[in-house]
T-cell receptor, first 113, second 113 residues
Framework: SQQGEEDPQALSIQEGENATMNCSYKTSINNLQWYRQNSGRGLVHLILIRSNEREKHSGRLRVTLDTSKKSSSLLITASRAADTASYFCAHSTLGGGGNKLTFGTGTQLKVEL | DSGVTQTPKHLITATGQRVTLRCSPRSGDLSVYWYQQSLDQGLQFLIHYYNGEERAKGNILERFSAQQFPDLHSELNLSSLELGDSALYFC????????????FGSGTRLTVV
C-alpha cells in the first residue's frame, strides 16, 4: 500500500503544551499537506509544503519535510482544547494527467484543560 | 460551510441495492475527488475528475462508478452494495491555487444493513 503512516496514533497533552506528529511516506512526492478532521466531519486543509521546501510556518503550526527520509512533522505550539481532532498528512503525486492525494493513517490529538 | 456540498448527509440502505451520492464543488474549482473513509481502511482515494474528464483512479471497486457533469457537479454511484461498503464518503474539490489544498465536503455517511 502507498498509504502513509503517522506516529503516534494517539497523543494526549495538556493545554499550553506543544504537540508533535510525524508522518512517513514511500514514494516521490510533489507536495505534502496536513489536514485536520473533527470527529466524523469533513477534513480541513491546514498547510502545504512543496517537495523543494524544508520548513513552513502558519500561525501556531510548523511543518518540516525531509524528502531524503521521506518524512514530515507537524508541530502545534501552545495547544488549546479546540485543537482536539485527528490530524492527517497527505502526500501528493502526479501521474497520468491526474492528481492523487494519499492520506496517512492519522494521529488523534486530545488536548486537556 | 466549506463551499463543497454533499448530499445526502446520511443514507441507510439494504445489501444489493444501488445508491447515488452527489457533490457540488466549490465555486470555480474544476477538480473533484472522491474518498472513502472507514475504520479499517482509513481514507482511501477513489477517483479524480477534472472538468468532466476522469484523470486518476484509485482503489475504486468495479461496482462503483462516478462522473462529472458539464456544470461540474459529480455523482458517485455505488451498486450491489455489501455490508463492507458502509463508510463515510467524502467529496473534495480543488482549483488553480495548489497552496489551498483540497476543500472537503462534510461527507455522506452510508450504512448498508
Amino acid at each position: 500500500s502507498q498509504q502513509g503512516e503517522e506516529d503516534p496514533q494517539a497523543l494526549s497533552i495538556q493545554e499550553g503544551e506543544n504537540a508533535t506528529m510525524n508522518c512517513s511516506y514511500k514514494t516521490s512526492i510533489n507536495n505534502l499537506q496536513w489536514y485536520r478532521q473533527n470527529s466524523g466531519r469533513g477534513l480541513v486543509h491546514l498547510i502545504l509544503i512543496r517537495s523543494n521546501e524544508r520548513e513552513k510556518h502558519s500561525g501556531r503550526l510548523r511543518v518540516t519535510l525531509d524528502t531524503s527520509k521521506k518524512s514530515s512533522s507537524l508541530l502545534i505550539t501552545a495547544s488549546r482544547a479546540a485543537d482536539t481532532a485527528s490530524y492527517f498528512c497527505a502526500h501528493s503525486t502526479l501521474g497520468g494527467g491526474g492528481n492523487k492525494l494519499t492520506f496517512g493513517t492519522g494521529t488523534q490529538l486530545k488536548v486537556e484543560l | 460551510d466549506s463551499g463543497v456540498t454533499q448530499t445526502p448527509k446520511h443514507l441507510i440502505t439494504a445489501t444489493g441495492q444501488r445508491v447515488t451520492l452527489r457533490c457540488s464543488p466549490r465555486s470555480g474549482d474544476l477538480s473533484v475527488y472522491w474518498y472513502q473513509q472507514s475504520l479499517d481502511q482509513g481514507l482511501q482515494f477513489l477517483i479524480h475528475y477534472y472538468n468532466g474528464e476522469e484523470r486518476a483512479k484509485g482503489n475504486i471497486l468495479e461496482r462503483f462508478s462516478a462522473q462529472q457533469f458539464p456544470d461540474l457537479h459529480s455523482e458517485l454511484n455505488l451498486s450491489s452494495l455489501e455490508l463492507g461498503d458502509s463508510a463515510l464518503y467524502f467529496c473534495a474539490s480543488s482549483g488553480g491555487d495548489r497552496a489551498r489544498g483540497y476543500t472537503f465536503g462534510s461527507g455522506t455517511r452510508l450504512t448498508v444493513v
